[in-house]
Each structure stands twice: as structure tokens, then as C-alpha cells.
């Protein structure tokens, strides 16, 4: 297994990468692609950390990156690993934490009286961006989960962390009164 500061190892000239357990896979697994849009999403978030964001959405926000790297490395790591016991893993009081917060940033919102665009503030656009990336984590976690076995708790953090990317987007929409609303049909061309 290649150390943590050795960048460049080659290792994936034939187009394999090693799992923690130092096992050597293909890129093109369900496994990788799974584990690669998680950390594609943690890079997002921290994008997301650059912005203007309500109180105490910056620190949050942090922790949900720490678990994110935690769900990339016990889905890099096989089960049966003799690495699989050291390995981080989500559990239900995660998941109620996250729960904890959506509910917090709903009571702050403007009710939604239409569906809403992504847009607004760039904060809110980029926890749109999160949101749809989330979604797709799911979908290659249903996937994975099709092939082997995976701890149940994952797709239930993915599932709360888009709802809760999109309520934040809304409170970084001044609590949702900057959102953009969905006109139904081809919007008017604006007049000259």
C-alpha cells in the first residue's frame, strides 16, 4: 500500500487502484465509482465552505466532510478486510443528527409555493450543485449495494444529507425569500 504523502505511484497506469486493504481492482467498479463520487462530493462542500453561508453552516458543514471521508474509506475497504474493524462507520445517530438539522433550518424558511430553481445566491447555487451530486451518490450506492453487502446507514446519511443541502440552499436564499421559482411552460422573453 502506497503511503499517504506518496502522490504519484503509477499504480493506476493499467487502469487499477488499490482498495485499503491493498488489494488491486479495476476503476471501472461499482466499488470505486462509488466511493470516487463521494469524494467528488466532499469537494464540493468544500467549495461550498467558500461562500457567504448562514451561521454556523460553515462548521457543520466541516463535520459533514469528516463523515463523508469516513463513508469513502468503508467503501473502499472490503468487508471481509482484516481492515474492515478499524474503519470509521456511519451509524442511525448520524443520520438523526442530520435530521436534527434539516428540521432546525426548515423552521427558518418562507414556505415554497412553487418548485425552485438552483440559482440565487452562490452559496445557495452550489448546495444545489451538492444536493444533485448527493443524489447521484445514491444512486451508485443502490448499485453497489445490488453486487455485495453494505451497511445500511450509508444510504440513509446520503438520502438526509440532499434534502438537507437543499434547505440550506434555500437559507442561504435569505431563508428562501431569494429563491428563484419555476415558471411552468417557456418563461416571456424579457423586453428590450
Known sequence: MPKLDQIMTRGGDKGETSLVDGSRVSKATQRVK???????????????????LPEGLAERIILIQNELFNLGSELATPPDSEFAD??????????????????????????AESFILPGGTKA?????????????????????????????SCLGYLNRLSDLCFVWARLS???????????????????A
Open 34 to 52: 462509488t466511493y470516487g463520487t463521494v469524494d467528488e462530493l466532499n469537494s464540493i462542500f468544500g467549495l461550498v465552505r467558500c461562500e457567504q
Open 124 to 152: 445557495a447555487a452550489v448546495l444545489h450543485l451538492a444536493r444533485t451530486v448527493t443524489r447521484r451518490c445514491e444512486r451508485e450506492l443502490v448499485a453497489l449495494m445490488t453486487e455485495e453487502a453494505i451497511n445500511p
Open 86 to 111: 478499524r474503519i470509521p462507520r456511519l451509524d442511525s445517530s448520524q443520520i438523526e443528527r442530520l435530521e436534527g438539522w434539516l428540521e432546525e433550518a426548515r423552521a427558518h424558511l418562507q414556505p
Open 173 to 191: 436564499n435569505d431563508c428562501g425569500r431569494a429563491d428563484i421559482l419555476w415558471q411552468p411552460g417557456t418563461p416571456a422573453e424579457p423586453h
